[in-house]
């Protein structure tokens, strides 16, 4: 089955902890992004990856970093969460960057930081 | 600054009735117009979109209505149905940057009452 796999799907945590969430897609999509989700604020780009070694800022990328060694891993890392991090977070892929390739998202991390 | 502004943030519509959600956006350059439905617990999933070559995009019940002067879209939900309660997501990119630069409204959170 085609999909994006995200883990942990829930995690709870406190300030200061480094963490990283997984993203892996079967697909063999070049372009995996991640967002985050915050009520009232709609789905905003954090980090976006356009192949293996390539990857660059979104919208809101302060204080996460990710890394792109194989095409089909993408994680998220977050060196030192903060509450303001607290969110729901999508990873998502798509065959390609330009275009209109449907982008295939994720089931969500939750992520509470104390 | 939101790029993309979506209205109402929530919506509860009877069995049988439309739902209309609205967006409007700022940057003309936008030219790929994409709906996401997310389900509680689920990333979002594409579910319809549009180019502004056309005034009007139906699949099914659902329709996309596209108005390039005003500079607004919208979606209709023919004979909404319980199944399709669930969080509503316009987005805006250009089809040269794709998932890059991919924009999302707010979100509208739809409830279909039996």
């Known amino acids: 089955e085609a999909q994006v796999t995200q883990n942990p799907r829930y995690l709870i945590t406190v300030t200061g902890k480094k963490l990283t969430v997984t993203c892996s897609q079967n697909?063999?999509?070049?372009?995996m992004s991640w967002y985050r989700q915050d009520p009232g604020l709609g789905l905003r780009q954090i980090y976006y990856?356009?192949?293996?070694?390539?990857?660059d800022k979104g919208d809101v990328p302060e204080g996460y970093k990710v890394s792109r060694k194989e095409k089909r891993n993408f994680p998220l890392i977050l060196e030192s969460p903060s509450p303001n991090q607290t969110s729901l977070y999508f990873c998502?892929?798509?065959?390609?960057?330009?275009?209109?390739?449907?982008?295939?998202f994720g089931p969500g991390t939750r992520l509470t930081v104390t | 600054q939101q790029q993309v502004k979506q209205s109402p943030q929530s919506l509860i519509v009877q069995k049988g009735g439309i739902s209309i959600i609205n967006c409007a956006y700022e940057?003309?350059?936008?030219?790929?117009f994409p709906w996401y439905q997310q389900f509680p617990g689920k990333g979002p999933a594409l579910l319809i979109a549009?180019?502004?070559?056309?005034s009007e995009k139906k699949e099914g019940r659902f329709t996309i209505s596209f108005n390039k002067s005003a500079k607004q879209f919208s979606l209709h939900i023919m004979d909404s149905q319980p199944g399709d309660s669930a969080t509503y997501f316009c987005?805006?990119?250009?089809?040269?940057?794709?998932?890059?630069?991919?924009?999302f409204g707010q979100g509208t959170r739809l409830t279909i009452n039996p």
């Open positions: 940057n003309t350059a936008f030219d790929y």
């Open positions: 549009i180019r502004p070559d056309v």
């Open positions: 990856s356009m192949n293996v070694e390539v990857t």
């Open positions: 697909m063999n999509h070049e372009y």
């Open positions: 998502a892929s798509s065959f390609s960057l330009a275009g209109d390739y449907e982008q295939y």
């Open positions: 987005a805006a990119t250009n089809l040269i940057q794709g998932a890059q630069k991919l924009v």
